[in-house]
Nanobody
């Protein structure tokens, strides 16, 4: 069983930056895909960014050129650097992993962008 624990959420002003981190309980070097999704009340969970074990990244159009995803196999972490944050980025952000045809989710961390 893989456990994912997010950290780094909080309150930030529009235009500010935050860095989210997800720590895995297992070695991640063989995880096919890791990533971040987000969800706001009344809406479906949506993809933010993913990164494969080969380092290929994919971003939602709404965050391209503002967010950067990275993974460290040495630290067993996947991070999301978020810049130029907007109020519409406010959401609960969930860490995701795909390994051995199984999907794993963290419990989420709240990001609030507000002045």
């Amino acid at each position: 069983q893989v456990q994912l624990v997010e950290s780094g959420g909080g309150l930030v002003q529009p235009g500010g930056s935050l860095r989210l981190s997800c720590a895995a309980s297992s070695r991640i070097f063989s995880f096919n895909v890791m990533g971040w999704y987000r969800q706001t009340p009344g809406k479906q969970r949506e993809l933010v960014a993913t990164i494969t074990r080969f380092g290929t990244t994919n971003y939602a159009d709404s965050v391209k050129d503002r967010f950067t995803i990275s993974r460290s196999n040495a630290k067993n972490t996947v991070d999301l650097e978020m810049n130029s944050l907007k109020p519409e980025d406010t959401a609960v952000y969930y860490c995701y992993a795909n390994y051995n045809a199984m999907e794993y989710w963290g419990k989420g961390t709240l990001v609030t962008v507000s002045s």
